[in-house]
């Protein structure tokens, strides 16, 4: 017997992946279902995911134990989110209204729109003001059921306000519920006082490199570091350059990859090692290949195609069948996917990218918490696991994806304590 403080029980069905690392394969035998399942936590570690009556015989329930009652829902692990940018200051609704009306990134950001334009406005945003900007985003986030969050700095562009930005996100990782993954992103853009420079990429790579970087390890204000790896951004030289230095200052890598062209993202991140390449929209089949032989995890993002309306979604389904592993996540930010909700981005996955959704749910789980390092501890509901789930209000997982858009969610238990119940 193990005994137990908190139970989950009454549930339509149980499902969650299983395991300590990225799942490449694909199908419904990706996901673990079990009808009527339910699951038992001790002192904020999942004890016990069986059925009711393997329950009875197997879990003493302490008394004084927290019961919910999952009234006929489905239970999942806590969605994780690996790719956000969810501090800063500044919305762009007008921006998104111009697109709409046919106007062009150059034309938008001509008119003092686009990146540089939250540049301005979180140059200008106090510490108080990103971490209170930065709840209300987490808060949000909570209410759609993630559980943990990776958040990367990138709006500052120079050395004072990208740590602004990371000392917020460090305050939020210690205050608020959600587990916080912080990612320095100095290398998000060239901000305009290099642009108007001759050589000015190289000259602010220098900036990332001899200052932001070290400054950044000084403090421990980052796990991972982060860029933007595209034509008229930051070149494959330029990016191999500042990730080396990364790398060499104790952070773990990430990359921007092939996003806007296929220039090589993947094959960058796949020959340093980075955890993950994000984005993916043009990446070529000799990165998908690279992927699959470092083990590289794929974190394609709908939600940025959808709300780019781009002709071009990232190939998922030729990711998923060469062997490397995919997870999903929001790239909420203010400009290109302006959306917290993960059940937004499983249903994307699945109409727009081909995903079954057994697969976008793993790659909401646990691929998303192995692209965060975090695989052996969330992810998935399993003994010895972090208590980190949620209950929807429905009878299966399929209608996350079949009763799409609207926010099914009824409980999330965060680390064994109920955090909220949305009306």
């Not at 008119?111 to 106090?126: D, E, K, Q």
């Not at 990232?314 to 909700?341: K, Q, W, Y």
Request: glycine share 10%; with cysteine; charged share 25%.
């Amino acid at each position: 017997m193990v005994k137990a403080d908190l139970l989950i029980t009454g549930a339509s069905e149980l499902a969650t992946p299983l395991g300590r690392e990225a799942r490449a394969g694909s199908g419904q035998d990706s996901l673990s279902v079990i009808k009527g399942g339910c699951l038992a936590a001790m002192e904020r570690e999942i004890v016990f995911v069986g059925s009711e009556e393997e329950m009875k015989s197997r879990v003493e329930l302490l008394a004084g134990a927290t019961t919910i009652d999952a009234e006929g829902g489905t239970v999942l692990p806590g969605f994780v989110d690996p790719h956000t940018h969810a501090v800063f200051a500044g919305e762009r609704p007008e921006e998104f209204d111009m697109r709409l009306r046919g106007r062009g990134y150059a034309e938008i950001a001509k008119a003092g729109g686009g990146i540089l334009s939250t540049v301005r406005a979180t140059r200008a945003a106090s510490e108080d003001e990103l971490v209170e900007i930065g709840k209300r985003h987490l808060d949000s986030m909570l209410a759609h059921g993630t559980t943990t969050v990776e958040i990367k700095s990138g709006y500052g562009l120079e050395l004072e306000t990208e740590l602004k930005m990371l000392r917020a996100i460090r305050r939020l990782s210690e205050s608020h519920p959600l587990t916080v993954i912080p990612t320095f992103l100095g290398a998000h853009e060239v901000p305009p006082e290099y642009r108007s420079r001759p050589d000015g990429m190289n000259h602010y790579a220098d900036l990332v490199v001899n200052e932001m970087i070290p400054a950044v390890a000084a403090e421990g204000l980052a796990q991972y570091c982060d860029i933007f790896t595209e034509t008229g951004v930051f070149d494959l030289e330029t990016s191999r350059r500042i990730l080396i230095a990364a790398r060499e200052a104790g952070m773990g890598l990430k990359v921007h990859a092939d996003q806007l062209t296929p220039l090589g993202g993947a094959e960058l991140a796949a020959e340093l090692g980075a955890i993950s390449a994000e984005h993916l929209e043009f990446v070529s089949d000799k990165g998908i290949s690279k992927m699959a032989e470092a083990g590289t995890i794929a974190i394609p993002l709908p939600g940025a195609a959808f709300f780019l309306m781009m002709k071009d979604y990232p190939p998922a389904r030729a990711m998923i069948e060469a062997g490397v592993p995919v997870a999903l996540a929001t790239d909420f930010n203010p400009g290109s996917s302006h959306c917290e909700s993960m059940p937004v981005m499983i249903a994307l996955a699945c109409l727009m990218m081909k995903m079954s959704v057994a697969e976008a749910i793993v790659a909401a789980t646990l691929n998303a918490a192995a692209a965060v390092g975090l695989a052996d501890s969330v992810g998935s509901l399993e003994p010895g696991k972090r208590a980190d789930a949620i209950v929807i209000d429905a009878p299966s997982h399929y209608h996350l994806v079949y009763h799409w858009g609207v926010n099914l969610l009824k409980r999330v238990v965060k680390d064994g304590d109920v955090l909220s119940r949305p009306e």
